[in-house]
């Protein structure tokens, strides 16, 4: 089993940034695509972006490119997004997935999940 835990959310103006973070335990990352996935109340969730463990490629939604940036640095199990130009209509929980899939963007492909943490994003 691999343990998630996400940090970094919180309340932020439209336009502004934030940084998420999400620390994985008991298993190294170096052999998962690892992602970022956010869900609304009342929405379902969606993928907001995935890095490979397969030469870092990187995806993401349509609606975030050019504006959240995925990376990740797996001497400390830690995958990272950073969030810029964020809108009121991203408020949502933020979740970290990690799996063994070289590319995956659908929940199913996912074999590991983190609790979540809220982002809330004022007008």
């Known amino acids: 089993q691999m343990q998630l835990v996400e940090s970094g959310g919180g309340l932020v103006q439209a336009g502004g940034s934030l940084s998420l973070s999400c620390v994985a335990s008991?298993?190294?990352?170096?052999?998962?695509?690892m992602a970022w996935f956010r869900q609304a109340p009342g929405k379902e969730r969606e993928f907001v972006g995935g890095?490979?463990?397969?030469?870092?490629?990187?995806a993401y939604g349509d609606s975030v490119k050019g504006r959240f940036t995925i990376s990740r640095d797996d001497t400390k199990n830690t995958v990272y997004l950073q969030m810029n130009f964020l809108k009121p209509e991203e408020t949502a929980i933020y979740y970290c997935?990690?799996?063994?899939?070289?590319?995956?963007?659908?929940?199913?492909?996912?074999?590991?999940w983190g609790q979540g943490t809220q982002v809330t994003v004022s007008s």
């Open positions: 997935a990690a799996s063994t899939k070289a590319i995956a963007r659908q929940k199913y492909e996912y074999n590991y």
């Open positions: 890095i490979s463990w397969v030469g870092r490629s990187t």
């Open positions: 008991s298993r190294n990352i170096s052999g998962y695509t």
